[in-house]
Nanobody, 128 residues
Framework: QVQLVESGGGLVQAGGSLRLSCAASEITLNYYYIGWFRQAPGKEREGVSCISKSDSRTYYADSVKDRFTISRDSAKNMVYLQMNSLKPEDTAVYYC?????????????????????WGKGTLVTVST
């Protein structure tokens, strides 16, 4: 059974950093387009960052550009989201998502309806 498991969330003060990890079982993440999405209470799920399958091209929401970095570790079958200069508005549950097609990149990186596999999420709370 395919599983995506996120880790690395927690409570951090504004201006701090966290690194989220996404581990996969039963699939090889290198063969998928990977996205990080987030959902804050009372808000819609939004795309944060994506990484392409073939050329590892990256995409970022304007709200996180220059603060967040998505990356892959093929050997470990992991994807990461390094989050720096965190703001209270970054508070949300963060989800790792895998799509066998590039549809997840539409928007860019906001087509969560295209996702084949979802993790259960990890909570990030940024305090003032």
């Amino acid at each position: 059974q395919v599983q995506l498991v996120e880790s690395g969330g927690g409570l951090v003060q504004a201006g701090g950093s966290l690194r989220l990890s996404c581990a996969a079982s039963e699939i090889t993440l290198n063969y998928y387009y990977i996205g990080w999405f987030r959902q804050a209470p009372g808000k819609e799920r939004e795309g944060v960052s994506c990484i392409s399958k073939s050329d590892s091209r990256t995409y970022y929401a304007d709200s996180v550009k220059d603060r967040f970095t998505i990356s892959r570790d093929s050997a470990k079958n992991m994807v990461y989201l390094q989050m720096n200069s965190l703001k209270p508005e970054d508070t949300a549950v963060y989800y790792c998502a895998a799509d066998n097609s590039p549809q997840i990149l539409q928007g860019p990186c906001s087509n969560y309806l295209a996702v084949d596999y979802w993790g259960k999420g990890t909570l990030v709370t940024v305090s003032t």
